[in-house]
């Protein structure tokens, strides 16, 4: 099959890009990495977490790992949220995508489903205010996060977080929440007036998963195994849309490819120059159009090294996170229930009149094992484990990010790889001290919300730039935003035929995840694209 558009990239931006151009019938190959998990997948039973914390003899291999790989040594790592299961996701990185900083440490990723293959399913859209300077409006969005709502599957509640996250026809009743988040929500609606007048707001989570069957994936099943397995299907994977666009005769994969550059020729038309991921060698691909969807730091390479800007420094924008174990007091005496999941159960917003903004999410803590948290407990180690046994079901994690603006200390650049080596990306991220001071005194006040709800904060702990996960910003859309920016369809400018489609195209980031944002603008993009082939104007 000649395809008419190549798609680089099967994560939660490349799929979704994809989707609307299949649907329309127009021959699509994506080219991906496509890096999977063999080992531990098929061990893991389709039990609860107690069920299988009690009766799995190999329950050692895939949560501690075969070579003790989900065991975090020294200083907590980012990404240390990938279990063993999920490690494979970031596998191979470090030697086909190598990178240099002492300021930024990021997570990429070369899996089937990239980074969201193991993401938290947190899905916000952004409002009318924080779209604002983009070339198309909230209204020309809405759309698109309904189409991406119904096929990614998005649970949640119609609650005080209404006005911020707004509404869906296709979103699904909320997951239930777990006893810790019942004690805290329960406090919060007792003082919800008070907390409200100082810009506080709580409400269930909303979350890429489905409460009830959907699109062939079961409902969710309560059984606590979310950092470990998909045993259910319920939280979404960008594998699960792969898996549909397989199904159409017009759709093609190509995975063991390792994108380099593309050119686009005299005659029309883009050429794209891959590796083979085995057999290292070098393959051209054409089409009519690409769409690049790396991830932000993956399409970064790509395209710089596609147009020779070798040191040109373009910005970066990613979410500062921080967070922080509590003590939630409303639990003192109460056996919290064994039916629960591991994701974000409460979302909290917060816009104090005369502060910065931030966005929290709280999780309780439970399957991602006590060492982790014995590992951050001033004690020793056996006195660690009693008190930590009596502790665990009082321990929530309040999950902070901060918006992100570009500034002069933020941006990449990719250099020339010596002697045929691969080319090196450079990453300064060094935010204004005003801007860090302005996030920690709002994260002391909210702190200070949370402790009215019975929650004690026990200590506020920085994982370091880019562990947010949320990058974004290189190539801003902006319409007639001249070289390294994208227009209003998210095509590259100097271009005919290029188009980007993931967080690259975002000039700024409020204070939540982007991704949810992120696949409504994928499908926005290849919805256009699919337009401008049909009219012939491709
Ligand atoms: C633990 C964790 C929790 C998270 N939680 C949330 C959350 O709750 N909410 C939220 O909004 N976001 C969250 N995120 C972030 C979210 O996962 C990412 O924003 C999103 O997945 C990025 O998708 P992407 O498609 O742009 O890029 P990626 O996920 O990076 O995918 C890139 C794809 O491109 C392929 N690729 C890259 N380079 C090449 C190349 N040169 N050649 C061929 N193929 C290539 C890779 O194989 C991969 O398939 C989380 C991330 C993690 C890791």
């Known amino acids: 099959m000649s395809a008419e558009v190549l798609v680089v990239g099967s994560g939660a931006s490349g799929v979704n890009a994809a989707f609307p151009l299949v649907e329309a019938g127009h021959r699509v190959t994506l080219v991906d990495f496509g890096n999977t998990d063999r080992t531990y997948a098929p061990l893991i039973p389709h039990q609860p977490f107690t069920e299988v914390r009690q009766g799995d003899a190999r329950q050692h291999r895939y949560f501690l790992g075969d070579q003790f790989e989900g065991v975090p040594f020294g200083k907590i790592r980012v990404g240390a949220q990938l279990t063993p299961p999920r490690m494979h996701i970031s596998a191979d990185t470090a030697r086909w995508m190598p990178l240099d900083s002492n300021t ?4 990429e990723s070369l899996a089937v489903g990239g980074l969201a293959a193991g993401w938290g399913a947190g899905a916000f859209p952004f409002d009318a205010h ?50 810790n ?58 594998q699960w849309t ?7 005769p017009n759709f093609r ?50 395209v710089l090294r596609s147009l020779g800007r070798y040191g040109e420094r373009v910005p970066l924008v990613c979410n500062p996170y921080t967070y922080v174990p509590m003590v939630n007091l409303g639990m003192l005496g109460k056996a919290p229930r064994d039916r629960r999941h591991s994701l974000t159960q409460l979302e909290v917003v917060y816009h104090p009149k005369d502060g910065v903004g ?74 204004a001290a005003e801007e860090e001071r302005a996030q920690s005194d709002g994260e002391r006040a909210l702190l200070r919300h949370f402790l009215g709800l019975g929650c004690v904060p026990l200590k506020r702990i920085r994982p370091g730039h880019g562990s947010s996960i949320h990058y974004a910003g290189t190539f801003p859309m902006r319409e007639g935003g001249g070289p390294l920016t994208v227009d209003g369809d998210c095509r590259l ?24 944002t992120m696949m409504a603008n994928a499908d926005r993009v290849g919805t256009r694209l699919a337009r401008r082939l049909q009219g012939g104007h491709v």
């Open 130 to 179: 924080e779209l604002e300077g983009l070339p198309f409006t909230h209204a020309d969005l809405a759309p698109h996060y309904d189409t991406v709502a119904e096929r990614v599957g998005v649970s949640g509640d119609r609650d005080d977080l209404l006005p911020f996250l707004g509404d869906s026809q296709a979103m699904q009743p909320p997951l239930d929440i777990d006893s």
């Open 104 to 107: 930024f440490t990021p997570t």
């Open 253 to 302: 994969y190509l995975d063991r490819r390792f994108v380099l550059s593309f050119s686009e020729r005299d005659g029309g038309g883009v050429s794209l120059l891959a590796r083979h991921a085995d057999t290292g060698a070098d393959e051209r691909h054409d089409a009519h159009a690409l769409v690049l969807a790396a991830g932000t730091l993956g399409t970064a390479r790509i």
């Open 181 to 238: 988040a019942e004690a805290v929500l329960s406090r919060y609606q007792r003082k919800r007036e008070k907390l409200n007048a100082a810009g506080f707001f709580m409400g269930k989570a909303r979350l890429a998963v489905c409460s009830r069957p959907h699109r062939g994936r079961d409902g969710h099943a309560y059984r606590d195994m979310e950092f470990w397995a998909d045993t259910d299907r319920s939280v979404y994977r960008p």
């Open 242 to 248: 792969l898996e549909e666009l397989k199904r159409f």
């Open 493 to 516: 400018h100097g271009t005919r035929n290029v188009y980007l489609a993931d967080g690259s195209v975002f000039p700024k980031l409020p204070s939540k995840g982007l991704t949810f």
């Open 358 to 431: 931030m966005h929290g999410q709280l999780y309780s803590y439970r399957s991602l094992l006590m060492f982790k948290l014995l590992k951050e407990a001033p004690l020793p180690l056996r006195e660690g484990v009693q008190v930590m046994q009596l502790l665990m079901p009082l321990v929530n994690i309040l999950g902070i990010h901060h918006e992100d603006s570009p500034g002069p200390g933020k941006s990449v650049a990719l250099h020339r790889g010596a002697d045929g080596a691969p080319d090196r990306l450079e990453v300064r991220y060094e935010p």
